[in-house]
């Protein structure tokens, strides 16, 4: 393969006359393909994106987006073979492959499921409760986020250019804004691959998605306040984004994702022959070794304490011993060459200033015997570890990273200079903490969190199922503050709030129900003449309501609860214990009861169109009931969800138990599935 890499510019591939920079093979040298971006628009990408692109993905709903995402998904799941065997170049090995790629089409599963289950079948969410902002509650507030209607420009580093292109996707098109991604150059064929399959899948609309392979031209001269810049990288080029007019100026949203000096911490309880203590060595070894440590999340810096030091270099080096370094498609090998020589070089220029305050302990970094390969044209690196005795004065151990199979361990004396030695690393992404004790892992996490963006804690309880220090999750932030970037993404429903833009809107209950598509406490509830459990899914409407009679509770009914169902508690049944009690009158009503009461009075007993009742949330008993006390109920439509299945959907309903004061005693939210009806 010599390929010239394609450009998808405005719903066409478009190839590069010049400026072509050649991509050689991290294994033996040889050019793999050609990459350039000259000659494209990309003022008229951006509009693209914004004219074609973006309308059409935000026509759709939440749950339409994510449907896509999932087909494409099991698209790419169906080539992924094709993606393992171009990854090799890169100087991935098997291994590495299900990081990059696996993880990265993982990625789009999670966010598809995500897009069902945490975002509503609109084109915005209400998010977080109303905020009454009147006396008469004929005035309240809430927010709403909706889709940004500019471009989300990514732009990726040489590491991962799979997932790194996926992770970042993922939320931008499930948020509804279109994408222009450009992948490290030095990678550049792998992303260049997914993005084909992506573009002939024709499952994204047109101007969802476009491809930059090469510089990004002028394109940042092109963004603006609506548009969002998302970054994966070194400081230097980061601060070279974060400077730049779009971002000072315009305010254009951006996202850095970049160096962080990530530590491992050995509790003091951890000694050698405890599981913690094995743990610890297990995932420094792989960390330094997948992807050959060329990843953000990799464990740059081993704190242990001073007593364990020379019993962690010791089982280091025995396992580091066995890490056979190679071309990554042979079996025999466990660790394939860095992704270039450019990157080797910057490696061992990196060991070299953080050996000017550190001792290497293991390997030589000018030196490999590759299997299988040339040391001189393939980017192999054999892993080094180093020492550092002075870790609370040293810099370089804290500052420099080498983005290769690279580490140094530093002694600690107290927990205290423990969480120093972390802070020394000005904010990393993830830290791990390996310990069986509770108040070491107190001091340890509450101590070093600020500084990062997720922290592991890892001990012989959950080692078996742990995904490890390395891994980000979906469901999980990866980011982390300082060095790190500052930046967030993924993180569940949070990495999809990056590209939507949170508004307050202030009205009547009445005007933002409407808005809404929610009932709000405030807004008209007429009554229905027809029972609305009389109504399938699609004749119900928002708002609607029952409003039954009064029901009197008697001290027989409550006598009679507490007897057949067996909850015979003081409060329902003894009086001068219920007295003493501050939060009773004497002797009241089962919360239970009401609830039961309440569906008796409010349901409508014959078959029809209402299927279950499958849950309530946020239930309150807000005031007591005492015996003589009488309840009403009103039931009111307050959202539909028309869910996955096609013969029904939820409908969630607002019941509020009213005395015979007009006082709220309970208030929840019923759920139910109600039938669809067919063809409307
Ligand atoms: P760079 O910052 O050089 O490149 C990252 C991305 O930015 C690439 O896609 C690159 O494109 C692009 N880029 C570079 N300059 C500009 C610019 N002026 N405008 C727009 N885009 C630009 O980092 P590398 O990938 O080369 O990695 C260098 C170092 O960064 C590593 O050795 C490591 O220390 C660190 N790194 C940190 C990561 C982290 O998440 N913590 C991840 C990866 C790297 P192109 O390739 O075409 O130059």
Redesign the pocket.
């Known amino acids: 393969m010599n390929k010239k890499l394609g450009n998808y510019a405005q719903d066409r591939w478009v190839e590069a006359e010049a400026g072509l920079?050649d991509i050689p093979s991290a294994i033996d040298g040889r050019v793999v393909a050609r990459?350039s971006s000259s000659g494209l628009d990309f003022g008229a990408m951006a509009r693209h994106a914004r004219m074609v692109g973006g309308p059409a993905l935000r026509a759709m709903t939440f749950h339409d987006r994510a449907a896509m995402l999932k087909v494409l998904a099991v698209h790419l799941t169906a080539h992924k073979e094709e993606l393992y065997a171009l990854s090799a170049d890169s100087g991935a090995t098997k291994r590495d492959n299900f990081f990059d790629i696996d993880g990265g089409i993982g990625t789009l599963f999670a966010y598809a499921s995500r897009g069902r289950r945490d975002f509503p079948a609109e084109r915005f969410v209400v998010d977080g409760a109303v905020e009454p902002l009147s006396k008469e509650g004929s005035f309240i507030g809430l927010h709403v986020l909706t889709p940004l209607q500019g471009v989300a420009v990514h732009?990726?580093?040489?590491?991962?250019p799979c997932w790194?292109m996926l992770e970042k996707l993922a939320p931008t098109i499930l948020a509804g804004v279109p994408v222009i991604t450009?992948?490290?150059?030095?990678t550049?064929y792998v992303a260049e691959a997914v993005a084909r399959l992506i573009v002939s899948s024709g499952i994204l609309p047109d101007g969802a998605f476009q491809f930059i392979a090469?510089?990004?031209g002028d394109?940042?001269d092109h963004l603006d306040g609506q548009d969002v810049l998302s970054?994966?990288?070194?400081?230097?080029?980061?601060r070279?984004?974060r400077d730049?007019d779009a971002v000072s100026r315009k305010a254009v949203r951006f996202v850095a994702?970049?160096?962080?000096l990530n530590a491992a911490i050995l509790g003091p309880d951890a000694l050698e022959g405890t599981p913690e203590f094995d743990l610890f060595v297990r995932e420094i070894v792989r960390e330094l070794t997948v992807k050959a440590g060329?990843?953000?999340?990799a464990i740059r810096r081993i704190i242990v304490p001073r007593a364990q030091e020379g019993a962690v270099i010791a089982a280091l080096g025995r396992q580091l011993d066995r890490i056979t370094v190679g071309d990554p498609r042979r079996d025999d090998v466990k660790m394939g060459p860095l992704a270039s020589l450019?990157?080797r070089a910057?490696?061992r220029e990196?060991v070299a200033d953080i050996a000017r305050e550190a001792e290497i302990v293991y390997g030589d970094p000018g030196r490999v015997s590759p299997l299988g390969g040339d040391a001189e044209t393939g980017a192999f690196q054999a892993p080094v570890l180093l020492r550092c005795a002075s870790p609370l004065t040293a810099t370089a151990p804290h500052e420099v990273?080498?983005?290769?199979p690279v580490a140094t361990v530093m002694p600690y004396d107290t927990l205290e200079d423990a969480l120093a030695i972390v802070a020394r690393g000005e904010g990393s992404?993830v830290a791990s903490v390996y310990t069986h004790d509770d108040a070491v892992a107190e001091r340890l996490v509450l101590g070093i969190a600020s500084y990062h963006g997720r922290i592991l804690v890892l001990d012989r309880d959950c080692a078996k199922e742990s995904t490890g220090h390395g891994s980000p999750l979906p469901g999980l932030i990866h980011g982390g503050p300082g060095r790190?970037?500052g930046g967030e993404e993924m993180g569940g429903a949070r990495g999809v709030h990056h590209y939507l833009q949170r508004t307050a809107l202030q009205g009547s209950p009445g005007r933002l129900s409407a808005l809404v598509r929610t009932w709000l406490p405030g807004a008209p509830a007429p009554v229905t003449a027809e029972h609305p459990f009389r109504r399938d899914y699609d004749h119900l409407r928002i708002g609607e309501s029952v409003q039954t009679p009064p029901r009197v509770i008697t001290l027989e009914d409550i006598e009679h609860f507490a007897h057949f169902t067996g909850d015979e508690f003081y409060a329902h049944m003894d009086e001068a214990a219920a007295r003493a009690n501050p939060f009773f009158p004497g002797r009241v009503a089962h919360g239970y009861l009401l609830l039961s009461f309440a569906a008796g009075l409010f349901v409508d007993p014959a078959p029809g169109p209402l299927l279950a009742n499958y849950g309530l949330e946020g239930l309150r008993f807000l005031k007591p009931v005492s015996p003589g006390d009488s309840i009403r109920v009103r039931l009111t439509v307050k959202r539909k969800n028309p869910g996955r299945e096609p013969g029904y959907g939820e409908v969630r309903w607002d019941a509020e138990l009213f005395n015979q004061n007009d006082e709220t005693v309970a208030r929840y939210e019923l759920l139910t599935m109600s039938a669809r009806s067919t063809g409307d």
């Open positions: 920079v990459a732009i990726n580093a040489f590491n991962f790194g450009k992948p490290a150059t030095a550049a090469g510089s990004t394109l940042l970054f994966t990288g070194s400081a230097a080029t980061s070279r984004l730049h994702e970049r160096d962080s060329q990843k953000c999340t450019g990157q910057a490696v990196a990273e080498a983005f290769g992404l790190a970037g």
